[in-house]
């Protein structure tokens, strides 16, 4: 709470204490960090939530990655969520589709070969 509540201020200064909490050795430190981006809403913040989506492999920081990626509207997280599709753990499979499905408008559940046609077929466009 302590990382989250300052977001909802909307202080887009508060993006920085975030993502730099972003680095933390905690887990949960992390999750909370990318819960509050996701609740600050700030789009400078989605490379930062990119680049951490991408290197990320505890639990509760991908699902509140997923989150921020999906509030953020990362566009560029789109392949690295459908390779989470593949994770053995549901939870992380349906943080991913959700994620997908705001990002893109398309609801395609948690099927990586549909996903997988689908974002190859639309960067040809």
Do not use: C, H
């Not at 680049?51 to 921020?68: D, F, I, K, M, N």
């Amino acid at each position: 709470e302590i990382l989250t509540e300052p977001a909802k201020t909307e202080e887009p200064a508060v993006a920085r204490t975030l993502e730099a909490a972003l680095g933390d050795d905690v887990p949960m430190g992390r999750a909370f960090a990318a819960k509050g981006l996701a609740v600050l809403g700030n789009r400078e913040s989605a490379d930062v939530v990119l680049s951490r989506l991408s290197s990320e492999s505890e639990y509760w920081p991908r699902v509140q990655l997923a989150y921020a990626a999906q509030k953020l509207k990362v566009v560029k997280s789109v392949p690295v969520l459908i390779d989470w599709l593949l994770d053995r753990d549901e939870n992380i499979q349906m943080a991913a589709s959700r994620a997908l499905r705001e990002i893109t408008g398309q609801n395609l559940g948690v099927n990586y070969d549909r996903w997988t046609v689908w974002w190859s077929q639309s960067r040809g466009r």
